[in-house]
């Protein structure tokens, strides 16, 4: 960030300096989280981190008419495989809630939401970019936490491996989180964890936070594959190994273990 703005709402600098405190791993935050959670490893890793870290999370999926429906199968498989193999987190983890926004599909003409190949546009853009998305998300995200009494939105955007999506910057959410703590009257704090990783990294924080239990469970319930693909079984986890979703997980996995040759 280039300095600070000049005319800072003190609420604005409530909420930076909020987001800037580090989160103490040993003794959990008073404050609860609400996890965008759509059953990939990406936020899967950020459920993971938000229940080492908070005393109540809970979770939101979203329904948009997605090609790879599976993966809202895959989010209620990976909540109980956590309440059941994890009782350090199990106690912690709250309610799940899933909202209908339909009208995404709608309103967007995407390889993620309509049967097209998946490509690149000539604004560079892969066609699975659905315009707004996580700013849309984010938004309804806040309003469920505001009525649930959660002031710490958790998503897996990143900029590091990333598409291009515009609204998976940095800076976008940090945007995001001024103009939701303000039109809320109320700090509301989004964390990104994953926003400087690369998805080897991302293997890394998993092991780190839930040891080779919590990559099983990544490997065999999450879904990330663009086509919905879940025929396939590879070391990395399930998909057809050929879209650009699978394509970062694969190589992110192979980068992982390359690293770490003697990981159980
Ligand atoms: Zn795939």
Known sequence: ????????????????SASLSPSPSASPAPRAALVVFSGGQDSTVCLAWALSRYQR?????????????VELDCRLKVREAIARDFPQWASRLGEDHRLDLGLLGQISDTAMTSERKIEM??????????????LLFLTFA???????????????????????YPDCRDNTLKALQVALSLGMDTPMTVETPL??????QTWALGDELGGPAFRELVIEHTHTC?????????????????????????EGFRLWKASHPTAP
């Open 57 to 69: 999370v809970e979770t939101v999926g979203f329904d948009y008419g997605q090609r790879h429906r």
């Open 226 to 250: 663009y086509l919905g693909d879940r025929s396939q079984r590879h070391d990395w986890g399930h998909g057809c190994g050929h879209c650009p979703a699978c394509q970062l997980r694969s």
């Open 121 to 134: 546009q000539t604004n560079g853009l892969p066609n699975t970019f659905v315009p707004g998305r996580n």
């Open 195 to 200: 926003m400087w990783l690369t998805k080897a």
């Open 1 to 16: 960030m280039l300095g600070c703005p000049a005319l800072l709402h003190p609420l604005e600098v409530a909420v930076m």
């Open 142 to 164: 806040a309003s469920l936490a505001y009525r649930r009494g959660l002031s710490v939105l958790v998503g897996g955007m990143c900029e590091t491996d990333y598409s291009g």
